[in-house]
């Protein structure tokens, strides 16, 4: 072998264990895609018109958006592809005003820090970071602002002794100057890089700040130490550097036998942000947590992470001594934290493309009857739908579906699954009816469907021919008086005299309306009914049935001839039919008596 040939071939080696250990995290990450994508159903979930992100327990956008943009480029989605409303979630931060949001956080530079992570890993230039929010803010000033110019660490407390928190926003700072693309040899990571490490605990493990009126912000925790490692990784420190060796040591003693990370050395149960903090310390260091040192009992930290997982995609902050789930005080930010971690990225990260993303709705892939259907010979309609979640969600949620007709909820009455309902819609009335279907996954991504349909069959009107128009159900008119445009119909026999001394009175319009000119009186609901004259032989004083008239007719009556009877008897029903057709009552199989004494009697009308 040549000289020439040997550093060639150095080169194509060094070359190809890259690569592998490109490929490791990648494997790593499909292996969890499927939490992953859980995950994200539920963020999605959260998301608002406005392109930011709710709390489910806290409603607070401002702090929740940055941790939910973080988790969406990790698992390599855009962030501005998650467009709602025509707004996206850097949207959301640009139309913030990026300091009223920092002031009211916990930490105002930390926020500042943190956003600037959102920001670089949402979009490519880092122009955004200097024209943030509204009014426009350069975020790298802002955060340089709350830095000490003795010794160069981060603190919120600017007017007194700069202790407060220091550790902490220190720890954010850095990882903010490094993704701001700032000098690992500058002035201001070398210096904050070199003062972090000096506030190292004894144990290899940092806190909260360095000093304290009470030992509690002090004493080492595992998430600051986790992220300190990120941290000082990212500022330049080789991970074989004792500081980050000493700093692992510290989470080794963390980790307990369900593989899990307690908060501290003192807690002895996990919890999925401690864990889901050291996940992303172990990648920085060049380590995974799938490896044999960081197993307990044959189980990583990864693994204890997706033992957290939710019906809903979401994450428990930890189990309890009975294995139920626990939430913590924010369910977002504990699943953006364990999304993160699965995916194998520590802090800070860049935008790294589109490869996943994918639909997040559920879908409604039959719907009948269809949109527009037209129902003439029945009114009892079958609806149907189908339904299923995109590939990698959540499922559906069965509680979830929801089926209403004109309005009113109709849910109890189907026959409901995770892939299909159907219900019976009995004896709809005459005119248009309106049917929405809504699905939605157990993330709480919703779907919802429209249909409009027509019932043009009535029982007892005309069914129309194919393409006409149909018969509309028979209501009732009364009638008019003469001189008002109709005529009130009237006997067309005389079957006996009336006598001169009894006058007939004139009909006059009532509510009550007139049929053959007898009165009907209102019966119990407001519809006409007959008067008692009327259920007896045809009378026309204004004595009802009684009288010498109603004698001298029954009289008259038995002296007609058979084919003079058969006539009165026809008017009489006539009468009848009549005024019951004026209450528009159906009889079963269809139709009023009018209409069926008309199909009876030829030449009736």
């Not at 300091?99 to 926020?111: E, H, I």
């Not at 955060?143 to 220190?170: M, W």
């Not at 008086?481 to 005529?487: K, S």
Request: hydrophobic residues 35%.
């Amino acid at each position: 072998m040549t000289r020439t040939t040997r550093p060639a071939l150095l080169v194509l080696l060094f070359a190809a264990l890259a690569l592998l250990g490109a490929l490791a995290p990648s494997a790593a990450f499909a292996d969890r895609l499927p939490a992953i994508l859980k995950a994200l159903d539920y963020v999605h979930a959260r998301q608002q018109n406005t392109g930011g992100f709710i709390d489910a327990s806290a409603a607070d956008s401002p702090n929740t958006t940055p941790w939910a943009i973080l988790a969406i480029s990790a698992a390599r989605e855009d962030p501005t592809d998650w467009n709602l409303g025509g707004r996206d979630p850097v949207d959301y931060l640009q139309a913030l005003n990026l300091d009223t949001a920092a002031k009211s956080s916990a930490n105002t530079p930390a926020y500042y820090a943190k956003t600037i992570l959102a920001y670089r890993a949402a979009v490519e230039s880092k122009v955004i970071i200097f024209n943030a929010g509204t009014p426009s803010i350069n975020l790298l000033e802002r955060l340089k602002s709350y830095r000490s110019d003795v010794d160069g660490h981060f603190s919120p407390d600017t007017a007194g002794d700069r202790k407060l928190y220091d550790i902490s926003t220190t720890t954010w700072a850095l990882l903010a100057l490094v993704a701001a693309n700032q000098s690992l040899d500058g002035d201001l990571v070398s210096s904050a890089r070199t003062w972090l490490v000096a506030a190292q605990n004894g144990d290899g493990g940092w806190g909260l700040q360095t000093t304290s009126a009470t030992s509690g912000d002090t004493q080492s925790t595992t998430d600051q130490t986790a992220a300190a490692i990120q941290a000082l990784v990212a500022a330049g420190v080789s991970p074989s550097n004792p500081t980050i060796q000493r700093a692992l040591g510290y989470l080794h003693a963390a980790q307990r036998a369900n593989g899990g990370f307690a908060y501290s050395l003192a807690d002895p149960r996990s919890n999925a942000e401690s864990t889901a903090w050291t996940a992303q310390a172990i990648y920085a260091s060049g380590q995974r947590p799938t490896d044999a040192g960081w197993l307990k009992g044959g189980t990583s930290p990864l693994a204890y992470i997706e033992s957290l997982k939710m019906p809903n995609g979401s994450f428990a902050h930890r189990k309890d001594a009975d294995g139920k789930p626990v939430k913590g005080l924010s369910v977002m930010m504990t699943t953006t934290q364990c999304a993160i971690a699965l995916t194998g990225k520590p802090f800070p990260f860049l935008l790294a493309g589109r490869t996943f993303t994918s639909g997040y709705l559920p879908k409604i892939t039959s719907f009948k009857p269809g949109n527009g259907a037209v129902f003439s010979s029945t009114n009892d309609v079958q609806v149907t739908a189908e339904y299923e979640d995109n590939k990698h969600g959540t499922g559906i949620s069965t509680a979830a579906v929801r089926v209403t007709v004109d309005g009113v909820n109709k849910t109890k009455k189907a026959k409901i699954s995770s892939s299909k309902l159907s219900l019976v819609l009995v004896d709809l009335s005459y005119g248009q009816h309106t049917i929405v279907v809504r699905v939605a996954d157990k993330a709480g991504n919703p779907r919802t469907n429209t249909h409009t349909i027509t019932v043009s069959y009535s029982p007892g009107a005309g069914v129309p021919p194919p393409g006409g128009t149909p018969t509309p159900p028979p209501t009732y008119r009364p009638p008019s008086t003469p001189g008002t445009g109709g005529a009130t119909p009237t006997p067309t026999t005389t079957l006996y005299p009336t006598p001169a001394a009894t006058p007939v009175p004139t009909p006059t319009p009532s509510d009550s309306g007139t049929v053959s000119g007898v009165p009907l009186a209102p019966g119990p609901s407001g519809s006409p009914e007959p008067s008692p004259s009327a259920s007896g032989a045809a009378a026309t004083s204004g004595e009802g049935g009684g009288g010498s008239a109603g004698l001298l007719g029954v009289t008259l009556l038995a002296m007609l001839p058979l084919g003079a009877g058969l006539s009165f008897w026809l008017h009489r029903r006539e009468a009848e039919a009549l005024a019951t057709a004026g209450r528009g009552r159906l009889l079963a199989g269809g139709g009023t008596p009018w209409q069926r004494l008309k199909g009876r009697v030829p030449g009736l009308s």
